[in-house]
């Protein structure tokens, strides 16, 4: 945040910036994010669903088997919207990729001055900028790369997988929606373990959550746990409202 603040307002001197290997925060979170984002959907969802039933005052078995289904139906729901999603993503990509090798074909001239043309457009002098798109378009396999990672923004050797993305948010979710059925699991009758556990799970994904956007743990780890104790204090309001009805 910080060093990209100072090479946007530095108007003078072109400041060389050189970014180190490891040397900046991974901005997209990389897989922290999506596996701390999956979990906390699994414990609040999970929790909320859990508290829901204790709070219509029903036996330990239903309990355990509201838990068991709940992580199940979430976990797989997951997986499969991330399978979609990345697969869509990726097939889109795909295509762009197989136009752009298409054109390289059909056109290697005038996809040449348009590579050359990116790189004048961000300052380098013309003559140097057709040299430098030249030298990169000596293999079709690296002008393909080239342009696919300045055209599309993307490694075509590099695409995410569907069936990881799936797999991890499974796993994810999984985890989190673990935590509130564990001491049922294990023989508690009394909702407070779970509940304990859960607040514990939510104010740690908070505190990760916190590394990956430079707030501070403790802010970031309460905040989780106000929005998930809320989730579960709602539906076990809910859920003891309409259990004294049908029961
Ligand atoms: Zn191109």
Redesign the pocket.
């Known amino acids: 945040m910080t060093t990209t603040a100072t090479a946007a307002t530095t108007t003078g001197e072109p400041q060389p910036r050189i970014p180190e290997e490891g040397h900046h925060r991974d901005v997209n979170g990389g897989w922290l994010r999506p596996a701390v984002f999956g979990a906390m959907d699994g414990l609040v969802s999970n929790l909320a669903l859990m508290t829901g039933v204790v709070g219509g005052d029903v036996g330990h078995r239903t309990i355990v088997l509201t838990g068991l289904a709940g992580l199940a139906a979430g976990a797989f729901s997951m997986a499969a919207g991330e399978y979609t999603s990345v697969a869509s993503q990726r097939e889109l990509v795909e295509a762009e990729i197989e136009a ?1 090798r298409l ?2 074909r059909r056109n290697p001239h005038g ?1 040449l001055a ?2 050359a043309q990116l790189y004048t457009a961000r300052g380098v002098d013309p003559e140097l900028a057709h040299e430098v798109a030249r030298q990169l378009s000596r293999d079709p396999e690296q002008t393909l790369a080239v ?1 696919a990672r ?2 599309l923004g993307v490694d075509p050797d590099d695409l995410p997988s569907p069936l990881v993305a799936a797999a991890s948010s499974f796993a994810c979710f999984a985890v989190g929606a673990l935590l509130p059925v564990l001491p049922y699991l294990l023989g508690a009758t009394a909702l407070w373990p779970a509940l304990l556990l859960a607040t514990a799970g939510l104010f740690l994904c908070g505190a990760v959550v916190a590394r990956v956007t430079a707030r501070s743990w403790w802010f970031s780890g309460l905040r989780q746990l106000v929005l998930g104790g809320a989730a579960a204090g709602l539906t076990y309001l809910l859920g003891s409202v309409i259990g004294g009805r049908i029961g």
Request: hydrophobic residues 20%; negative net charge; charged residues 65%.
């Open positions: 752009e054109e390289l996809e348009e590579l342009h300045e055209e």
